[in-house]
């Protein structure tokens, strides 16, 4: 079967992947979509070191082929969204209701890819650019069959960030003031889970003037190129500062433009070592900075309720793919993405 591979040196769609079948509690995936996010960049550049070979992808949707023992919430036929939480479901920080935090999903990659006698990692317990990925049971959520696959795709990471951002860990609320610095994919849906959550003013940062419109499209109330005219806008500063970039002089800019009682919460990621600075004074007034991994979700209930909210009309998905590639144009998708051309690419199967 087909998938994209990176062997350390190189990214190449290769046709001669095998992936095992599903062993209990998981589940074979078809895969149909696949949003193209920096985070799989990130590992060819080195900013996520991770070991090679390796199956990159983590954003999907497809129908279900087969399930192993003990599966039963899903069945073949189903069209899914996949997340990348490989969470055990029965540590403290699972009972808690905080998966987010389950010391078996972060870092325990696997191997359920061959390629000829040679075993391939899994990327983020997931590698969703292949024909077919085995994942656990945990990651995958029914959808209905009417979501177009190439948006459900769009779910499983950048709205599951950036939306979940908003609504689990900064809990934004009705009348707050949002600042939003860099509107890329992660940052266009954390506009507008600051839409859905009822947020006054939401105020868009991004170098690149020609994001307004989209920016505008998905919650923004004002767009700015540059963080020096903010405090004209929100004088006071903003209830919350989203850095969603990576950049460390972005994140000290976000804490300095809080109000009293603000957070800042960092969605961006920075090469591993990256240090930011802030002035200690600034904090004691009761300001705070938040790491969010993945939108502090809980994708079984998450997946299933951005989907509704969807079909409701008011969660953008279609608009967020700004277009498609067969999996073979991958290099064409990577060069795009960088570019800043599009706001996701999505490979299709």
Not at 84 to 107: F, H, K, S, V, Y
Not at 112 to 128: D, H, I, L, W
Not at 210 to 237: C, M, N, Y
């Amino acid at each position: 079967m087909r998938g994209v591979l990176f062997d350390g040196k190189q990214v190449r769609v290769v046709d001669d992947l095998e992936v095992r079948e599903p062993g209990p509690g998981e589940v074979l995936v078809a895969i149909s979509a696949a949003g193209l996010c920096h985070s799989d960049l990130s590992v060819v550049d080195g900013t996520i070191p991770f070991p090679v070979p390796v199956v990159l992808g983590h954003e999907g949707a497809g129908v279900v082929e087969a399930v192993g023992v003990g599966v039963t919430h899903v069945e073949p036929g189903d069209h899914v969204a996949l997340s990348t939480l490989a969470n055990c479901g029965t540590c403290a920080e699972c009972d808690r209701g905080r998966p987010t935090m389950c010391r078996q999903a972060i870092g325990r990659p696997g191997r359920p890819f061959r390629r000829g006698e040679q075993a391939v990692f899994q990327f983020a317990s997931n590698s969703a650019f292949a024909e077919r990925t085995v994942v656990k049971a945990v990651q995958v959520v029914r959808i209905p069959k009417d979501i177009p696959m190439a948006s459900a795709a769009l779910i499983g990471c950048g709205v599951l960030t950036g939306v979940g951002a908003v609504l689990n860990r900064a809990k934004v609320d009705r009348g707050d003031s949002v600042l939003v610095i860099g509107t890329g994919g992660i940052g266009l849906n954390v506009l507008q889970g600051a839409r859905i959550a009822g947020a006054l003013r939401i105020v868009a940062v991004d170098a690149n003037p020609a994001k307004e419109a989209v920016a505008r499209q998905f919650g923004a109330t004002d767009f700015l190129t540059s963080t020096e005219d903010v405090r004209d806008l929100l004088p006071t500063g903003a209830d919350h500062a989203f850095e969603c970039v990576g950049r460390v002089e972005l994140v000290r800019q976000a804490v300095d433009l809080l109000d009293r009682h603000g957070q800042a919460i960092l969605l961006g990621v920075p090469p591993a070592g990256a240090e930011a600075t802030f002035v200690v004074s600034s904090m004691y007034l009761d300001k705070s900075i938040l790491g969010c991994r993945y939108g502090s979700s809980r994708p079984q209930r998450d997946i299933a309720l951005y989907a509704e909210l969807y079909r409701d009309g008011r969660l953008l998905l279609d608009e967020l793919v700004t277009q498609t590639y067969p999996v073979a144009e991958f290099e064409r998708a990577a060069a795009d993405a960088e570019a800043g051309k599009v706001a996701r690419g999505v490979l299709t199967f």
